[in-house]
């Protein structure tokens, strides 16, 4: 989970990675399919440990120690590398349950190439090279679609992977698309299939295959992993992956220990390469505003490979970028009219032409900012499965101190001692408390800021439960001597977006959208725990230089071989760029306009921020 910069105590883990055995490469000589086949002698006749011996390569292959760090099942089609996982698994305790009829239920083993391509035959059916722990719903979901860029999704999974009608040139059938974070994993997992399998590729009918034993894909299928191989580069995880594979099946994947042999084989076999821009976004349009942000919404555009973004400007500066088709610009100021439009762009850079341009007023300060903090979730669900959500949307952050929770029960006595709350939530975020014992299917209790077993967390549906500021009522759930009858029970109920204060009377119609129970998804959406974080200043390691009047800048390590992450802020706290696992020596921040910004650099667990002026 990528925490906020400006709260979180970011945890840094110094991971020394085995190094590629002497000489493994050393016949890779050639260029072109000569070299595809150079690898191939390489990385065949590797060991075959079954299919059930997956399960035990999965134990040190597919950990988390990347994201949450918490040594759960990393699993590509439930992580959410930007936010809370929607659930976890526990190695060895949740596989092969046989029930997927939810996502969440148990992981198994995940084919990227469909297992029917290969009649399930060894020693194909247990590579796991390019076999992955999945959520078994979303497994069955993906089915043996062909991976590709989605245009209209008929299934959107809980981390935001899709299932829908095909945007690949020339194919109309239905693909299934990954989250932007994996899509170079699983591209590499592609080449490292058609590389292994060289020798009896030719003969497997597949959508994303043209029947050869040199080339393998059709030139569109070939077009979109090679854009998905750019736009997200090798990772940590997948260095990691590929060690612990080569631990138990003593071979590798060149493409992660050397991602340049895939231009060099495939690179000029495609055509021309991609010089087609995406098509003009559409439909552009305001769905709320406050008085510091405006939200927006669009229609997706077309790209003859795959469009991996959208740029979102106001008053002609870039405000954001995002993946889907919606966007929050924030950080603006109360009663001033902003000229807002969008472009589209693909991996190859190609950038469409503006969007409709739509001319939205932020509100004035004294609408749209709630007064104080208020209860934006709750969660009455089966068992344990009990949560509250507090949201501060006041526009400044608040300290906590001055707040307790409260519970009255069966609707009639006195309100309960009271769990107090503790730290500062910045505004834009949410403070979650949840029962304990609540299912890790529901919401990961590691996750929340409060785990407890006290009273305030027990409600039942006739239970109001009250937020106080200094012993004083300021928002409820439910009705204080209500009586027995339940006004919220078995549900989630989540707070309307045209609520922006708390109220001391309980008005479910008006202020709250119910959901079925144990509806536990978009639980601490925008979670940010109350910790500041450390800095570590690596002056004499890291140097940044000029500030770029040109667009670009100098970062010089001592030891360039070494990764590196990089996150530009705005002087507001805004994000407006990052790199993960970078090895560039140039960065160019041609887009951002002339000001103010904050970089921050983080090499193996060491931190340093800079301040950039850009002229």
Same mark, same amino acid.
């Given at each position: 989970?990528?925490?906020?910069?400006?709260?979180?105590?970011?945890?840094?883990?110094?991971?020394?990675?085995?190094?590629?055995?002497?000489?493994?490469?050393?016949?890779?000589?050639?260029?072109?399919? %000569? /070299?595809?086949?150079?690898?191939?002698?390489?990385?065949?006749?590797?060991?075959?440990?079954?299919?059930?011996?997956?399960?035990?390569?999965?134990?040190?292959?597919?950990?988390?120690?990347?994201?949450?760090?918490?040594?759960?099942?990393?699993?590509?089609?439930?992580?959410?590398?930007?936010?809370?996982?929607?659930?976890?698994?526990?190695?060895?305790?949740?596989?092969?349950?046989?029930?997927?009829?939810?996502?969440?239920?148990?992981? &198994?083993?995940?084919?990227?190439?469909?297992?029917?391509?290969?009649?399930?035959?060894? =020693?194909?059916?247990?590579?796991?090279?390019?076999?992955?722990?999945?959520?078994?719903?979303?497994? !069955?979901?993906?089915?043996?679609?062909?991976?590709?860029? #989605?245009?209209?999704?008929?299934?959107?999974?809980?981390?935001?992977?899709?299932? !829908?009608?095909?945007?690949?040139?020339?194919?109309?059938? %239905?693909?299934?698309?990954?989250?932007?974070?994996?899509?170079?994993?699983?591209?590499?997992?592609?080449?490292?299939?058609?590389?292994?399998?060289?020798?009896? #590729?030719?003969?497997?009918?597949?959508?994303?295959?043209?029947?050869?034993?040199?080339?393998?894909?059709?030139?569109?299928?070939?077009?979109?992993?090679?854009?998905?191989?750019?736009?997200?580069?090798?990772?940590?995880?997948?260095?990691?992956?590929?060690?612990?594979?080569?631990?138990?099946?003593?071979?590798?994947?060149?493409?992660?220990?050397?991602?340049?042999?895939? &231009?060099? *084989?495939?690179?000029?076999?495609?055509?021309?390469?991609?010089?087609?821009?995406?098509?003009?976004?559409?439909?552009?349009?305001?769905?709320?505003?406050?008085?510091?942000?405006?939200?927006?919404?669009?229609?997706?555009?077309?790209?003859?490979?795959?469009?991996? @973004?959208?740029?979102?400007?106001?008053?002609?500066?870039?405000?954001?970028?995002?993946?889907?088709?919606?966007?929050?610009?924030?950080?603006?100021?109360?009663?001033?009219?902003?000229?807002?439009?969008?472009?589209?762009?693909?991996?190859?850079?190609?950038?469409?032409?503006?969007?409709?341009?739509?001319?939205?007023?932020?509100?004035?300060?004294?609408?749209?900012?709630?007064?104080?903090?208020?209860?934006?979730?709750?969660?009455?669900?089966?068992?344990?499965?009990?949560?509250?959500?507090?949201?501060?949307?006041?526009?400044?952050?608040?300290?906590?101190?001055?707040?307790? +929770?409260?519970?009255?029960?069966?609707?009639?006595?006195?309100?309960? %001692?009271?769990?107090?709350?503790?730290?500062?939530?910045?505004?834009?975020?949410?403070?979650?408390?949840?029962?304990?014992? *609540?299912? @890790?299917?529901?919401?990961?209790?590691?996750?929340?800021?409060?785990?407890?077993?006290?009273?305030?967390?027990?409600?039942?549906?006739?239970?109001?439960?009250?937020?106080?500021?200094?012993?004083? /009522?300021?928002?409820?759930?439910?009705?204080?001597?209500?009586?027995?009858?339940?006004?919220?029970?078995?549900?989630?109920?989540?707070?309307?977006?045209?609520?922006? @204060?708390?109220?001391?009377?309980?008005?479910? @119609?008006?202020?709250?959208?119910?959901?079925?129970?144990?509806?536990?998804?978009?639980?601490?959406?925008?979670?940010?725990?109350?910790?500041?974080?450390?800095?570590?200043?690596?002056?004499?390691? +890291?140097?940044?230089? =000029?500030?770029?009047?040109? !667009?670009?800048?100098?970062?010089?390590?001592?030891?360039?071989?070494?990764?590196?992450?990089?996150?530009? /802020?705005?002087?507001?706290?805004?994000?407006?760029?990052?790199?993960?696992?970078?090895?560039?020596?140039?960065?160019?921040?041609?887009?951002?306009?002339?000001?103010?910004?904050?970089?921050?650099?983080?090499?193996?667990?060491?931190?340093?921020?800079?301040?950039?002026?850009?002229?």
């Amino acid at each position: 989970m990528k925490k906020n910069y400006f709260l979180l105590l970011l945890m840094f883990v110094t991971i020394g990675f085995a190094q590629i055995p002497s000489g493994y490469y050393s016949t890779a000589t050639g260029t072109g399919y %000569t /070299l595809k086949t150079q690898l191939y002698n390489i990385i065949k006749d590797h060991t075959n440990n079954g299919y059930a011996g997956l399960y035990t390569t999965y134990l040190t292959s597919d950990v988390d120690n990347f994201y949450e760090n918490d040594g759960t099942i990393l699993d590509m089609y439930s992580e959410n590398p930007s936010g809370t996982d929607p659930y976890n698994y526990t190695t060895g305790t949740t596989q092969r349950c046989g029930n997927y009829s939810v996502e969440g239920d148990c992981y &198994n083993r995940e084919h990227i190439i469909p297992q029917s391509v290969f009649n399930e035959q060894s =020693p194909m059916v247990a590579d796991a090279h390019f076999i992955t722990p999945t959520d078994g719903k979303v497994n !069955g979901i993906r089915s043996n679609y062909p991976h590709g860029t #989605v245009n209209s999704a008929t299934y959107t999974s809980q981390n935001g992977s899709k299932l !829908g009608s095909s945007s690949v040139s020339g194919y109309s059938g %239905t693909v299934f698309e990954p989250v932007n974070a994996f899509k170079g994993d699983i591209a590499r997992m592609y080449f490292y299939f058609a590389t292994r399998y060289e020798n009896t #590729v030719a003969g497997y009918s597949y959508a994303m295959f043209d029947g050869s034993g040199n080339k393998v894909f059709t030139t569109a299928f070939l077009n979109v992993l090679l854009a998905w191989h750019t736009q997200d580069p090798v990772s940590a995880r997948e260095i990691a992956r590929n060690n612990a594979i080569y631990a138990r099946q003593n071979n590798r994947n060149p493409y992660i220990d050397h991602p340049e042999y895939v &231009n060099q *084989i495939w690179g000029g076999t495609s055509g021309s390469g991609d010089t087609t821009a995406p098509s003009t976004p559409a439909s552009l349009a305001s769905t709320t505003k406050t008085a510091t942000s405006i939200s927006l919404s669009w229609t997706a555009s077309a790209d003859n490979v795959g469009v991996t @973004s959208y740029d979102v400007y106001a008053n002609s500066v870039l405000k954001t970028s995002v993946s889907g088709t919606t966007a929050t610009i924030t950080s603006l100021t109360a009663s001033t009219t902003y000229s807002i439009y969008v472009k589209a762009k693909d991996a190859a850079g190609n950038t469409s032409a503006s969007s409709n341009t739509i001319s939205v007023t932020t509100n004035s300060s004294g609408t749209g900012t709630a007064t104080d903090l208020l209860f934006s979730e709750y969660i009455e669900g089966s068992g344990n499965n009990k949560a509250l959500e507090i949201a501060n949307n006041t526009g400044s952050s608040v300290s906590l101190s001055a707040y307790t +929770i409260k519970k009255q029960t069966n609707g009639a006595g006195s309100w309960s %001692t009271g769990l107090a709350l503790s730290g500062t939530l910045a505004t834009g975020s949410k403070f979650v408390i949840v029962n304990s014992s *609540i299912s @890790s299917s529901c919401f990961s209790p590691s996750s929340a800021n409060i785990s407890t077993t006290a009273t305030e967390l027990t409600f039942n549906g006739n239970d109001a439960v009250g937020l106080f500021k200094n012993g004083v /009522l300021i928002d409820i759930i439910g009705t204080f001597n209500g009586g027995t009858a339940n006004f919220a029970i078995d549900v989630t109920l989540r707070r309307k977006s045209t609520v922006t @204060s708390p109220s001391t009377t309980f008005n479910l @119609s008006s202020q709250w959208d119910s959901f079925s129970q144990d509806t536990c998804n978009n639980l601490a959406s925008k979670m940010a725990k109350p910790i500041e974080e450390e800095v570590v200043e690596l002056s004499d390691e +890291i140097v940044v230089f =000029p500030n770029p009047s040109n !667009g670009v800048f100098n970062i010089v390590l001592d030891n360039s071989d070494s990764p590196y992450s990089i996150e530009i /802020l705005s002087f507001s706290g805004q994000k407006v760029f990052e790199k993960q696992n970078a090895t560039d020596t140039v960065i160019s921040v041609s887009h951002l306009s002339s000001g103010i910004y904050i970089a921050k650099i983080t090499r193996d667990s060491k931190t340093i921020i800079k301040k950039i002026i850009i002229n």
